[in-house]
């Protein structure tokens, strides 16, 4: 009966392992070359993604440039202390002086004052108006607090509110003693237009005098009188229900917050060209990372070509150079740029010339949104450049969707191929592992034998 190998190499006396071990390197060597080309293509996916990431952030600082809204945008200057002052693109340059002789106030009645705001004051009908709204509450049974409850619930015709809210006020919180309560009506807007003009009250019996005296005109407690802003603007008066001044001058929205004591407040309205100065230092920052990125990923080191760019090479990359030197890149292009304070260094890159850019921008802002925008849609220098870019960046046809696409494409291949011969290999070097058992198995048989043989020998020579 044949012996059992339980370790490889025992049979023989040779270091079979160690021997199989290094066949297996041997073989594995051969799935070198593919994980190198699968390592190269995957470094070349992530730099397309670097690449689009870039191109991306350049086409959102182009997007900027042709916003039109920013080439009207307006700002206002001056020291004005009892206005505020916001702009709108239609605004228009220009100086004011503003003086403020009253604030709008709203209009507010306090009645005549009780012990108790849950004590029980009567029954009746609470007719009330404010500016074009007049409503009849009827009150069953009626304590201050469900008073100002249900008028507080009114609703109009047209669902609403009514155009005053009622507070009870406490005239002697803290204060020790009797309580002494009040309940105000306030108009929610201000103006004499939103004054409230009826009070009046119709007791349902004579068991509501307390009601009829809370809502008598002559025993209110305080009364504070509607009011309409007042002020000039340029020496023109302007009278106003609201502090919140619009439609005076186009695109300016005034705040009134206090009077000027007759000395009069200066606000300037000119055009903002910090926007557009901070939009064309954006592009022009995304375009000159862009012109870096593109040449690194494209670099040729002779020398250890194992630094060399992750893309040297690459058509897509160089037709991405060339389309976008081709956008930018026009004589005429240049030269309309350059009257902007933007030039083209030896390298390609763009430099901004920050005194020739802000004259121009003060000078004539609308040449400055023609220079970049141009007079139609799509024109001009940011128009061009941003078409390009979107069609490289179509996540359909683009050229990154396409070339990435490739790569994946060859990298599903690779790893196949990778599959395939790792297979191969572990099917060779089973076949190793049987032929050296089989090796092992033999060498322990004649080994066994050879001693058999030395045995039978030795007791022949002993026995002569």
């Not at 009780?114 to 007719?127: H, R």
């Not at 504070?224 to 000039?232: C, G, L, P, Q, Y």
């Not at 592009?283 to 002779?302: E, I, R």
């Amino acid at each position: 009966m044949a012996s059992t190998i339980t370790s490889l190499g025992v049979g023989s006396g040779l270091d079979l392992t160690s021997l199989l071990d290094q066949l297996r390197s041997a073989e594995e060597s051969k799935l070198t070359p593919i994980a190198t080309r699968q390592s190269s293509t995957q470094t070349k996916i992530s730099a397309f993604g670097t690449l689009a990431t870039s191109l991306e952030r350049l086409q959102e600082a182009a997007a900027g440039l042709s916003d039109a809204s920013l080439y009207s945008a307006t700002a206002s200057s001056g020291e004005h202390s009892a206005f505020d002052i916001s702009t709108s693109t239609d605004a228009q340059a220009g100086r004011y002086e503003v003086q403020v002789s009253q604030l709008a106030s709203a209009h507010s009645i306090a009645t005549a004052t009780v012990a108790s705001k849950t004590e029980t004051l009567g029954s009746g009908s609470l007719t009330l108006g404010v500016g074009d709204q007049l409503v009849s509450i009827e009150l069953q049974d009626a304590t201050l607090e469900s008073i100002r409850d249900a008028i507080n619930a009114q609703r109009d015709e047209d669902g609403n509110p009514l155009g005053l809210t009622a507070t009870i006020v406490n005239s002697r919180s803290g204060v020790g003693g009797e309580e002494s309560y009040s309940l105000v009506l306030t108009s929610r807007e201000t103006g004499s237009a939103n004054a409230i003009g009826t009070v009046a009250f119709t007791p349902a019996d004579a068991a509501a005098e307390d009601l009829t005296q809370l809502f008598a005109a002559e025993n209110r407690a305080a009364e504070v009188t509607a009011k309409d802003a007042e002020f000039t603007l340029n020496g023109i008066q302007i009278i106003q229900g609201s502090n919140q001044i619009q439609g005076v001058v186009d695109g300016v929205d005034i705040t009134l917050k206090s009077v000027t004591d007759g000395q009069p407040q200066v606000f300037t309205i000119a055009s903002d060209t910090s926007a557009v100065k901070s939009a064309v230092e954006e592009f022009v920052g995304a375009y000159n990372d862009y012109l870096s990125l593109a040449a690194s990923l494209g670099k040729t080191n002779p020398e250890d070509p194992s630094n060399s760019g992750a893309l040297v090479g690459n058509s897509a990359l160089r037709s991405i150079q060339g389309q976008l030197r081709s956008a930018l890149g026009a004589d005429a292009q240049l030269g309309s740029l350059e009257t902007l304070g933007i030039t083209t260094k030896l390298d390609g890159s763009l430099e901004i010339d920050d005194s020739v850019l802000s004259a121009a921008l003060s000078t004539d802002i609308d040449a400055v949104s023609e220079t970049l925008m141009g007079s139609g849609d799509g024109g001009g220098l940011i128009g061009r450049l941003s078409s390009t870019l979107e069609s490289m960046l179509d996540g359909s046809s683009g050229l990154i969707n396409s070339a990435t696409t490739g790569l994946e494409a060859q990298l599903d291949r690779l790893g196949q191929q990778y599959d395939t011969m790792s297979t191969r290999i572990d099917a060779t070097m089973e076949r190793y592992r049987k032929q050296f058992v089989a090796l092992d198995q033999l060498m322990s048989r004649m080994t066994s034998l050879s001693s058999q043989l030395t045995q039978q020998f030795d007791a022949l020579n002993t026995s002569n």
